[in-house]
């Protein structure tokens, strides 16, 4: 096993160390430096004639930031009120110690405006009763209250730092010209923060003109003093709840390279497919390649022991109560009444050939994020109805299939649309689980929601779509390691929260790949790719999820047990630290561990003295510990 570890380490990207963390509309989210993270926000925004704020690097109807290859580089459509619209074009170069990130605004017609402004929002616990520097200008306190017209500092300069009162961070802020600019003690309605404003361009420009900035960010972290041991308190009496594993989504692409890889190198208790059914409606005497090799991955995991979750995105056409009316990516299509017979009898067809000529039948079956319809969209009450036709057909046919209440997207309250299903005793005998997905992320309530749904109804909860940003296809934003460390760190919160029984990571194939195909056909793995490797492989099945604490709020802990194996994740978020771990049991226990440089490290950690073992946690890092201890605990089941 060790000599296979090497062999994985010497295929891994190569590649310098971030120091820019961008979201999928090319606005900056994060500024990296020293094993460390400033989190920020920037955007365009457009100040009307009268101080209305408009953002413009957001998303507006179906318009999308898009990735171009080679630099980073994005560029997207705005409007404006009076039928006003144009483009953006943002991208960002990195080099040994700084990030330039440009911007450029062109407007499609004439735009009058009080100005066109590049803003940055600060975290405001990092900068309170710091000091700005701006070039040519005298130090300026920053202080923890509003200043009169808001502005901390007004002025134009060429550049300006930004320290701390801790003497931690210096952000120092350039421009390849002086630029009017302010810094203001921005608090409203979408929270608070030191923002940034700096003026682009003032009054009219001409269709066509471009109003462009350039601007040098260069983070330093000057405080690299030893940080404080995190207590890391293990409870192996305490069990929380019981989970299966973790798996991935097989949904689109299953012929690329990527899935090959993964299937060959990824653990999967749980996987999840699309029933392809407007491809099915057509091939059903002669199913094509896809729909092949679909089934072949399906009958591979099934028989490697994962359980399975199929889901709908698109119907045939006449399917509809519209048909073609509406564009293939039209949200909250509507199931025809008088077609469900026939919806029925395609999507039974479906499920008994593969289990005739494949041996294959999945757990679960739903309509893909059907509470906004992506793409059949159901209401809680026809979501019930939804449920007790497809239960009950599946149950005639003999299959085993069971049914999956919600399977929906966003976290924000969306537990309360399976409440009407669940409410319904008919509905809820076809029921098998419970799901969401967890884009955009939520808070530890939000999450917290959805474990009590699924623990009232006594049935397991999965996150059959584990991501954080669904906006990613358009930008491949997942071949950077911080969108890994985002991953990681959402998937700690779930476990510490939600409590699921098995997770599907979006997605283990090219789309969201979690590697590169190389000229020769070969895959050649992202950092993150053995981020989710130490979650898939490294915790046992069927294990206990067992209580465990840490002292600080950056370090996130979770630990499973089945028949006296334990893993423990232990995810750093910040600077390099000595970790203590209380409370381990004896045994011979193993780390591994991985940063954006070097990944999958495996060593010894020796045997804990009364239970307690202390190690380095490297800065940004995924440190799994594993034993086989002495003496088996067994497994106590559960939801």
Request: aromatic share 10%; charged share 20%.
């Amino acid at each position: 096993m060790r000599k296979w570890a090497l062999v994985f380490l010497i295929c891994s990207v190569a590649r310098a160390e971030e120091k820019i963390a961008i979201d999928s509309l090319g606005r900056v989210i994060g500024l990296l430096s020293g094993g460390t993270k400033l989190t920020v926000s920037s955007g365009l925004v457009a100040v009307l004639a009268g101080g209305q704020r408009i953002p413009l690097q957001v998303r507006q109807g179906s318009q999308r930031g898009i990735r171009r290859e080679g630099p980073l580089a994005w560029s997207g459509s705005f409007a404006l009120p009076g039928a006003t619209a144009g483009q953006y074009r943002v991208s960002a170069e990195e080099d040994a110690s700084s990030v330039r990130y440009t911007a450029a605004v062109t407007p499609g017609s004439a735009l009058d405006l009080d100005a066109l402004e590049f803003v940055v929002d600060l975290p405001r616990g990092v900068f309170a009763n710091g000091r700005l520097s701006a070039h040519g200008a005298a130090d300026v306190a920053i202080p923890t209250t509003k200043p009169p017209d808001g502005a901390v500092y007004r002025g134009e300069t060429a550049s300006l730092r930004l320290d701390d009162a801790a003497g931690k961070w210096m952000l120092n802020v350039a421009f390849e010209k002086p630029y009017p600019l302010a810094l203001i003690d921005r608090y409203d309605t979408l929270g608070r923060s030191y923002q940034l404003r700096v003026t682009m361009a003032r009054g009219r420009l001409a269709p066509g003109a471009n109003a462009t900035l350039a601007t040098t960010f260069g983070l330093i972290v000057k405080n690299t003093a030893p940080q404080p041991p995190v207590h890391v308190t293990l409870d192996s009496s305490r069990v929380r709840f019981h989970f299966d594993g973790f798996g991935g989504n097989y949904c689109f692409s299953n012929g690329s390279p990527v899935t090959a890889f993964t299937l060959d190198n990824l653990k999967s208790a749980w996987a999840r497919y699309e029933l392809k059914a407007t491809a099915w409606d057509t091939e059903r005497d002669n199913p094509g390649p896809v729909l092949r090799k679909d089934f072949e991955t399906m009958r591979r995991l099934q028989q490697a022991g994962a359980k399975s979750v199929i889901s709908i995105w698109w119907l045939p056409e006449r399917l509809y109560t519209d048909p073609n009316q509406k564009t293939r990516n039209d949200h909250f299509r509507i199931i025809d009444r008088a077609k469900w017979n026939d919806a029925l009898d395609l999507v039974g067809s479906y499920l008994l050939y593969a289990k005739r000529e494949y041996g294959v039948e999945p757990d679960l079956f739903s309509f893909n994020e059907a509470n906004v319809g992506v793409y059949v969209g159901f209401t809680p009450e026809t979501h019930a109805e939804e449920i007790k036709k497809f239960g009950a057909y599946f149950q005639k046919l003999g299959l085993k299939t069971k049914m999956l209440l919600g399977d929906t997207t966003g976290l924000r309250d969306t537990h309360k649309w399976v409440l009407a299903a669940a409410a319904d005793p008919e509905a809820m005998q076809y029921v098998g689980a419970v799901a969401f997905h967890s884009w955009g992320g939520g808070t530890p309530q939000n999450y917290t929601d959805w474990g009590d749904v699924a623990e009232w109804l006594k049935l397991p909860l999965l996150v059959d779509e584990l991501g954080v940003d669904g906006m990613s296809h358009t930008g491949r934003l997942w071949d950077a390691y911080d969108y890994g460390m985002r991953e990681a760190e959402m998937t700690q919160e779930l476990l510490t929260y939600a409590r699921p029984q098995g997770t599907q990571y979006w997605e283990f194939t090219s789309d969201y790949a979690l590697g590169r195909v190389t000229s020769e056909g070969k895959v050649e793995p992202y950092p993150r790719f053995w981020l989710i490797k130490h979650f898939n492989d490294l915790t046992p099945q069927q294990s206990d999820a067992l209580a465990i604490a840490s002292d600080e709020s950056s370090v996130l802990v979770t630990a499973f047990r089945a028949q006296g194996s334990y893993a423990l994740h232990v995810l750093n978020l910040g600077l390099v630290r000595e970790a203590v771990l209380a409370g381990l049991p004896d045994g011979d226990w193993r780390v591994t561990q991985s940063t954006e440089s070097k990944q999958f490290e495996s060593r010894q950690a020796g045997r804990p003295g009364d239970g307690t073992l202390r190690l380095q946690l490297p800065a940004r890092s995924l440190v799994t510990l594993t034993t086989q201890a002495a003496g088996n605990a067994p497994s106590s089941g559960g939801r």
